[in-house]
């Protein structure tokens, strides 16, 4: 009886009850194979015109013809020269030609003569500052000024001079001090090394 088919709902005939819940199963089974989602996850269409692009393609085309052509004409060209040497040469007998040069030539003549006018005219005119009278009016204002002074000119600058000297002459004494006084203080440790290498010896020998 443990093996035998349990229903969930009681029923009069548990094996037509087994063959029963068996088609519901299968066919509830296809059901759910069969259904459509509700969310579309498909891949979205491809439309042609977005990956082949027809106007660029165009364009491209219309540009390689036309470097094909140039091309074409370049090496047209090219052997026609190698066949026939070439119908242009580099020679230019052209001169150049002005309708105003006649003039530009007078005006600038005109120029060149009052330039030279003007440098003579510079050359030729006296100056208007007298140097020597400037000298004598300075040498007559330098006699003024020695007469109203108080002291003698040139009194600042030798006392200035003096000054410079003396403190020339006191730094160098100054140093010459320094440096005695270095000396001594090297003398003096010398003789107290001098000493102490003495007593070390006595106090060694005792």
């Given at each position: 009886?443990?093996?035998?088919?349990?229903?969930?709902?009681?029923?009069?005939?548990?094996?037509?009850?087994?063959?029963?819940?068996?088609?519901?199963?299968?066919?509830?089974?296809?059901?759910?194979?069969?259904?459509?989602?509700?969310?579309?996850?498909?891949?979205?269409?491809?439309?042609?015109?977005?990956?082949?692009?027809?106007?660029?393609?165009?364009?491209?085309?219309?540009?390689?013809?036309?470097?094909?052509?140039?091309?074409?004409?370049?090496?047209?060209?090219?052997?026609?020269?190698?066949?026939?040497?070439?119908?242009?040469?580099?020679?230019?007998?052209?001169?150049?030609?002005?309708?105003?040069?006649?003039?530009?030539?007078?005006?600038?003549?005109?120029?060149?003569?009052?330039?030279?006018?003007?440098?003579?005219?510079?050359?030729?005119?006296?100056?208007?500052?007298q140097v020597q009278r400037w000298h004598e009016d300075w040498q007559r204002a330098e006699k003024y000024m020695a007469n109203v002074a108080r002291y003698p000119r040139g009194r600042c600058k030798s006392q200035s001079r003096k000054e410079e000297q003396f403190k020339n002459q006191t730094s160098k004494q100054d140093r010459k001090r320094e440096k005695q006084l270095k000396q001594e203080g090297v003398k003096?440790?010398?003789?107290?090394?001098?000493?102490?290498?003495?007593?070390?010896?006595?106090?060694?020998?005792?």
């Open positions: 009886m443990h093996r035998a088919y349990q229903p969930i709902l009681p029923c009069g005939n548990k094996y037509l009850q087994l063959k029963w819940d068996k088609a519901k199963y299968e066919e509830h089974k296809k059901r759910i194979q069969a259904a459509k989602p509700l969310v579309d996850t498909s891949a979205p269409a491809t439309y042609g015109h977005l990956h082949l692009k027809l106007g660029k393609l165009k364009l491209e085309e219309d540009r390689l013809s036309v470097i094909e052509r140039d091309n074409r004409l370049l090496l047209e060209k090219m052997s026609c020269i190698m066949r026939t040497k070439g119908q242009i040469d580099n020679k230019n007998d052209y001169k150049a030609k002005s309708l105003n040069g006649e003039k530009r030539k007078q005006e600038l003549r005109r120029v060149n003569q009052e330039n030279r006018a003007i440098l003579d005219r510079i050359k030729k005119s006296q100056p208007q500052y003096s440790k010398m003789k107290e090394k001098e000493r102490d290498h003495v007593h070390h010896g006595k106090g060694k020998n005792n």
